[in-house]
């Protein structure tokens, strides 16, 4: 029996292309599984109604990167009995209804090595993922990884930070596609805030090394800091501010989909009108 590829290789570089729209997109992470499989499938076809792309975390079990926030988001969802195969098939439901949104896969390297770099580049493709952020895999150790993604036409997309110089920047860049990942702060995720004077060079500075847009990442919680941001990059991503939404109404037996998508309502429209209050 064949199975529907959604396969799509320009569905991200789409997104930050629109004509006659010079606004940063708003990219929205939500970790898969977390609290459960259904509540994130009810959350992926939500969040597409204000998200222009959304970042979907594969769980694991340490993630170096990560601040309290998702670290739980990531224990709540392997609690589950999330894995990978599971995360794909998300995907993969999602693109059933909409195969517009590009979704971006964000992780650490195990649980990809231990699926198989083709294999899950494939599988990942297939399911109608546009890229993959590794968090945790250097770029002269990512030969074999970034083989497979190409071939499969899978973006892969690299951080860079604020301790990145020119130097680290040039072998950043090489073979990277979709845009670059700026992490705003040095830390981890939901602790520390960004910056938006600070992230305007650096940003800058990538956009000419790469050639590609710049999201920013890290350190942005609320409208007002994500319209900031907004003002300088071609992307702005939040997570923790939504994953915090998800673990309250969680806790709280509150409507989880409901409250999440509330918040993300509030970003979108801070970063979609950023520029617009400029003019």
């Given at each position: ?41 009810e959350l992926l076809k939500g969040l597409a109604e204000h998200a222009d ?227």
């Amino acid at each position: 029996m064949s199975v529907t590829s959604y396969r799509d290789a320009g569905r991200l570089q789409r997104a930050f292309q629109r004509e006659n729209d010079h606004r940063a997109l708003f990219i929205a992470y939500i970790m898969a599984g977390d609290p459960d499989l259904e509540t994130s499938f009810e959350l992926l076809k939500g969040l597409a109604e204000h998200a222009d792309v959304i970042e979907l975390g594969m769980p694991f079990s340490d993630p170096m990167a990560e601040g309290p926030t998702i670290q739980l988001a990531s224990q709540r969802s392997l609690a589950a009995g999330t894995k990978m195969r599971d995360v794909l098939g998300l995907v993969r439901r999602f693109r059933e209804t909409n195969t517009v949104t590009p979704i971006v896969l964000m992780g650490y390297l195990n649980p990809v090595l231990f699926h198989g770099y083709e294999a899950f580049a494939n599988d990942a493709a297939d399911a109608g993922a546009d890229g993959v952020i590794i968090v945790d895999c250097p770029p002269e150790e990512a030969g074999p990884l970034t083989d497979a993604l190409e071939a499969a036409q899978m973006n892969l997309i690299r951080l860079a930070t604020p301790t990145t110089d020119d130097a680290r920047l040039e072998v950043l860049v090489k073979r990277t596609s979709g845009f670059i990942y700026y992490v705003s702060v040095a830390g981890v995720t939901g602790v520390l805030e960004a910056d938006a004077d600070a992230v305007a060079g650096p940003v800058a500075r990538i956009r000419a090394a790469s050639g590609l847009p710049v999201a920013v990442g890290f350190g942005i919680k609320t409208p007002e800091r994500a319209a900031a941001v907004a003002r300088v990059a071609d992307g702005v991503v939040v997570g923790s501010a939504l994953v915090d939404e998800i673990a309250s109404a969680a806790k709280l037996n509150e409507n989880v989909t409901e409250k999440v998508l509330l918040k993300a309502s509030e970003l979108a429209k801070a970063v979609r009108s950023a520029r617009l209050e400029l003019a």
